[in-house]
């Protein structure tokens, strides 16, 4: 009772406190914002701060709640939704929830919301407020200097517009120079073809007319040659017995090679050399093989002479004649080699094969060799390969020229800050490494998680736009529409933007599943006012 009477008459002298500013005195209610003040006049009733109700003024914080929006209370736990105003002398007032009053915590820095409870607050306003002048003091110097920063890249930078203008036009000059001595060397390739092709053109239709004839002049030996080897008696014709001895000509191998089948290809009983160029030869060609040859007998192989001293000393052997020799050699021993029938039979199967194979065997070598260019061909190929390599190597550099104008107008359509600060990181690369993956941020452009493991990137999103708060949108980027997570949503990410000496990414985090957060730390987010406020004030007025 004793106790509760004392607790009353507490809560009625602190109701009203006189505070001194100055010669201004000044009385305040407790709990009640410093800018609502003249809303409260002792003197008169008081309206609650939302004008839905009028009470006389003694209502006002009697730990009875008249107003909806909990306005007459704000020194008492009354109403659910009050405001209790923390005075916090010596650092920042701060607003509480009016039912934190007398609760038995201390909220309040200086403790006056549990001035009505035996709880005794400390008075950490003095402390904390040492803290806050030493945290800002720390960040003007950091933004002072991060600001030096900034201006020696902005300095720097031919990035910013300007720069990026004056650039463009330099380069939009060099295009057109170039675009100009592209149709030169183009002309002058195109006319310098011309000359090659027709070059080209006349050296084919030559070898072309060179190699028929050496068609026609191998088709007429071949021709003479059978011819020769078929015609066994000499009388300068073939007969049908002649010709029945070649039963690899007999196109049905079940019978016998008859004298109707003979004469089926022969047209006749006979056919001299004109009649056999004109009618058989093609006909046969193919398939024919010569005879066996009879077999002789096996000459002694003849020792070749030793070579003298005078030949080895005095002739020494040109590639050819080593060549000759090669061969030679491989006569002599086919000479003398073959002992038994299967050898011989062998060998004979190969030595009949070379009348019918060799016209293809000869064209084959006229096919695979390509024919020199002469002189004059040669010197125009070359003049025209040089014609080309001048029009590609200015091609390239007409193409280079145009990809870095095409860049720039489009790095000059990106919003890069209220001053166009960020100008100098357009499309510049930034790395974070983590332990399982590379994070990598091209400003403005896209950002991927690169794996450590196996390599693979993946994109966590494409440039979207600056997100900041309304007053402060860029502070944030946002980067949006990556790689689609797995039952999940595009992956995006968002970039804040610090005050930093160096240009570095900080802090990744998922925080949520493929929505990413990254800290980009840079001097060109430092900003001239918070650096330029120290220089004008030591201490915080709080
Ligand atoms: C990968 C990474 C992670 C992401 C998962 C989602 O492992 O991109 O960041 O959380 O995929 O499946």
Known sequence: MMFLFYVNLATILCFFTSISNGNIQQTVLRGVQTSLLSMYIPSKPFT??????????????????????GSDEPGTSACPNGQFFCENKGYFGTLIPSHFVGDGVCDCCDGSDEYE????????CFELAQKFQASRDAQRALHAAGVEKKKQILASTTTNKFGRQKHLDELEQDLKILEKELKEKEELKRQVEILENAAKEKHKKLCEEKRTMQDVSLRNNQMHEMFADLDTNGDSLISIDELQKHTELDTNQQNEFTIEEVRSILGSDSVNLNEFNTTIFDQISNSYRQLPEPTRPTPEPTPLPEPSIDSMTTQSP?????????????????????????????????????????????????????????????????IAEEARNRYHEIGEKFLSIKHQIEDLKKQSTVDAGPHDEYSPIIDQCFDYEEREYTYRICMFKTAKQISKGGGSEVIIGYWDSWCGPKDNKYLKMKYSNGATCWNGPPRSLIVT??????????????????????????????????????????????
């Open 497 to 542: 933007l610090q005050c930093g000496i160096e240009q570095k990414l900080t802090d990744v985090r998922e925080p949520s599943r493929c929505e990413y957060t990254i800290i980009f730390e840079t001097p060109l987010a430092c900003d001239e006012n918070i650096a330029t406020t120290s220089l004008h004030s030591d201490h915080v007025e709080f």
């Open 318 to 382: 040109s590639l050819e004649t080593f060549i000759d020799e090669e061969d030679l050699t491989t006569h002599t021993r086919s000479s003398y080699k073959y002992e038994d029938e299967d050898d011989y039979e062998e060998d004979h199967h190969r030595e009949s094969k070379t009348l019918a194979t060799s016209i293809e065997h000869e064209k084959h070598i006229h096919d695979s060799v390509a024919p020199e260019y002469d002189d004059e061909t040669k010197k125009l190929m070359e």
């Open 48 to 69: 609650c701060l939302d004008g839905s109700l009028t009470i006389p003024f003694e209502f006002v914080n009697d730990d009875y709640c008249d107003c909806q929006d």
């Open 117 to 124: 409870t035996i709880i005794v607050c400390n008075n950490t």
